[in-house]
């Protein structure tokens, strides 16, 4: 029988730095809570506002997947490879740290907020080369169905890491059913609303909660409202 | 009121400016202090010379050096913590040590 976790918007951790507000589903930082460490290979889902002008300044990261999902508004990246680019809500940025690397990130718009999803997830491989690559996913116009916006492969749809992870993004009208397929029975899935309402297993979901179901094969979602979501799917042991 | 004595924590690692902020960031703490080691056979030197709380593996040694080091520690020193480091800043340090130290 499938196992579950709810997680709700209102338990998350919260740090506000002023020109930064980060919502933490799991340990981050200054906020640590035993029970809430990670969901598999997932260990970091910060839901962050970055003020206008304002960013995280040149800072250290090494062995993790780092993958950024802006919301709204745009973030400008700058990294120690050379990497300099602007990534913007429609697009997805993907980091493998590996042996180190240093970057900062800031929104350039110094009169609205960006809004974006930050994620981190273990990798399968510690020391890797350091890489950096952003890619437009459209999901504009996309509804009802799974949009993949990350996978372990690098010819596949969306980003790739090193992990046996996919994310999928999705737009379910109210009303709509479908069925997720995991990949391995050894994975779990970490489904994390961005806006509507959902219901998984009997649990109902609303904005910015998030759920993790694992020990099954396959479930079903099923939008209560017109609902905004990200899936992720990730190995519970790695 | 007495002061507490710092935990030592051992942090190594082959990227020295990832190291030397790791080691602020613990120091910063006030009831933790780091050392660093560069290299595996550093890390087995310093430990020789020192007791630690804790050691922390960061990034840059082999699969093999790091499971010599585990076996070493695990042998010599079975009341010390390992910990494999990810992140190499601060956005997982705390819950790592806080874990370890099973605060």
Redesign the interface.
């Known amino acids: 029988m499938a196992q579950t976790v709810l997680h709700k918007a209102d338990t998350r951790g919260v740090a506000d730095h002023g020109w930064l507000k980060s919502y933490q589903s799991f340990?981050?930082?200054?906020y640590?809570n035993?029970e809430r460490?990670n969901f598999g290979a997932l260990?970091?889902l910060n839901d962050d506002i970055v003020s206008g002008g304002r960013g995280f300044g040149e800072?250290?990261?090494?062995?993790?997947e780092i993958i950024s999902i802006p919301l709204e508004g745009e973030l400008q990246h700058r990294d120690s490879m050379g990497n300099i680019a602007t990534i913007k809500s429609g697009e997805i940025q993907v980091m493998s740290?590996?042996?180190?690397?240093?970057h900062a990130e800031y929104n350039p718009d110094t009169n609205h907020p960006a809004k974006f999803l930050q994620i981190?997830v273990?990798p399968n491989k510690?020391?890797v080369t350091p890489r950096y690559d952003q890619v437009l996913v459209d999901t504009k116009g996309k509804k009802n169905e799974w949009i993949q916006i990350l996978s372990p492969n690098p010819d596949d749809a969306g980003v790739w890491i090193h992990q046996d992870a996919w994310f999928n993004m999705a737009n379910f009208d109210a009303g709509v059913s479908q069925t997720y397929s995991l990949h391995s029975p050894d994975h779990g899935v970490y489904i994390f609303v961005l806006a509507g309402e959902l219901e998984i297993e009997g649990r109902t979901l609303a904005a910015r909660d998030g759920l993790g179901i694992w020990e099954t094969t396959q479930f079903e979602v099923k939008a209560t409202a017109d609902a905004r979501f990200l899936l992720m799917e990730v190995p519970m042991k790695f | 009121m007495e002061a507490q004595t710092p935990i030592d924590i051992l942090i190594v690692?082959?990227?020295r400016?990832?190291m030397e902020?790791i080691a602020r960031l613990i120091d910063k703490d006030g009831e933790w202090l780091a050392t660093i080691a560069n290299n595996q056979s550093e890390a087995l030197a310093i430990c020789r010379s020192k007791d630690f709380g804790l050691a922390l593996i960061?990034?840059?040694?082999?699969?093999s050096e790091?499971e010599e080091l585990q076996q070493a520690w695990s042998a010599n020193y079975p009341n010390m913590p390992i910990v494999?480091?990810?992140?190499?800043?601060?956005?997982?340090l705390?819950?790592e040590i806080?874990?370890a130290l099973g605060?």
Do not use: C
């Not at chain 1, 340990?27 to 200054?30: I, K, N, R």
């Not at chain 1, 740290?97 to 240093?102: E, V």
């Not at chain 2, 960061?58 to 699969?63: D, K, N």
């Open positions: 340990s981050f930082a200054g640590y035993p460490i260990r970091v800072h250290p990261h090494d062995n993790m740290a590996g042996t180190g690397i240093y981190w273990f510690r020391n | 690692g082959t990227n400016s990832i902020t960061g990034a840059g040694l082999s699969p790091e494999k480091h990810y992140g190499g800043g601060s956005g997982l705390y819950a806080y874990k605060n």
